[in-house]
């Protein structure tokens, strides 16, 4: 998620490091903070008989074990960041749609709902004290930052009291007007979001999604067919053999990780994005190979040009995202990622 803000300074990447440095750098400072590193907090009800203990005595976090475990952490918590997972005000919820709409088409009959969200809006309570989200959904291939208005914020006045009489859960619902759905390849039976409420990174992603629309390709349905050994077995087989959905992904990582990214031409960036695009369609034609036994062939003028941006090592943060070996990715570049070592 972090990878596809191609465009970013080195000032706004120091706004979206500073809590996972100051977190590092403060790890023994305090013993709040050592207890809360050690996850001796008051939201872990099943604590281990290790943590009871340091709850009971905190004399014990001058124990050599207990000092182990606190290094350890830290170490953990270094590879973690360096690996693109940082400290962010945000948290995954549900998605939901507008009830209200869909109540009106079930029960209304109305061929299209009002609804009570308009386009580019959603409701959120766990930020009602936020304007903007940046609704996040993995996989997140493409340049899929949605940035919303919450509603839930106070600024909205009365209208928050009428729509948390039908948006009662914590959950980010959505409107029938959005194409959110298409951006983040969603539906909504149980699919989660990562809600990013950060002022900074909520700023720096709408940037960097000035011009972008969301994919759309026609998918393939599977043929009604009878449910048989013949059948299942067919199944199973395009699953194992077609569904290897790791290609794409990696493919796409070198290419934001690239250095086009970095001093290319706007018409080479344009070209890499172009790329992206087709392999994010075929990483979602693959992963429903099992169900439609259908996977388009790659044309033979695409070759080349994938070739061009993806025949080289995985980028240089997979040593901490993905344990590598560095014989297995390349020297650590400018790119975004890349950076966050340094910071």
């Known amino acids: 998620m972090l990878q596809t803000l191609t465009n970013i300074t080195d000032e706004e990447i120091d706004l979206l490091t500073c809590k996972s440095s100051e977190r590092i750098r403060n790890v023994c400072n305090s013993q709040e903070m050592m207890m809360d590193i ?91 004290r936020s304007e903007k989200l940046d609704c996040l959904r993995s996989p997140h291939l493409y340049k899929e930052h949605a940035i919303r208005f919450n509603v839930a914020n106070a600024g909205y006045g009365a209208r928050v009291k009428q729509l948390r009489e039908w948006f009662t859960t914590d959950g980010l619902y959505t409107s029938t007007h959005d194409l959110i759905s298409k951006l983040l390849q969603l539906d909504v039976d149980g699919d989660k979001s990562l809600v990013v409420a950060d002022k900074d990174f909520v700023r720096i992603a709408e940037r960097n999604m000035n011009g972008i629309v969301p994919l759309y390709y026609n998918m393939r349905k599977a043929e009604p067919t009878l449910l048989n050994n013949k059948t299942i077995y067919a199944g199973l087989n395009a699953a194992f053999t077609g569904g290897n959905i790791g290609i794409y992904s990696n493919s796409i990582s070198k290419i934001w990780n690239s250095d086009v990214f970095i001093n290319g031409t706007s018409e080479e960036k344009q070209e890499a994005i172009d790329v992206v695009k087709l392999l994010c369609m075929e990483n979602n034609f693959s992963i429903d190979q099992a169900k439609t036994l259908y996977m388009p062939e790659r044309a033979e003028w695409f070759k080349p040009i994938v070739s061009k941006y993806t025949n080289t090592l995985l980028p240089a943060f997979f040593e901490f995202a993905k344990d590598k070996e560095k014989s297995q990715v390349e020297k650590r570049n400018q790119s975004l990622v890349n950076k966050i070592f340094d910071k």
């Open 38 to 128: 050690l996850g001796i907090t008051p939201y872990n009800t099943n604590m281990t008989p290790f943590q009871k203990a340091v709850k009971m005595y905190p004399a014990l976090l001058s124990d050599t074990y207990a000092k182990d475990v606190i290094r350890e952490v830290k170490d953990s918590l270094m590879k973690k960041y360096r690996s693109g997972k940082l400290e962010v005000y945000g948290k995954y919820t549900f998605i939901l749609p507008d009830f209200y709409a869909a109540c009106e088409y079930w029960f209304g009959h109305i061929e299209n709902p009002k609804g009570l969200l308009d386009d580019k809006e959603v409701f959120c309570w766990l930020f009602k």
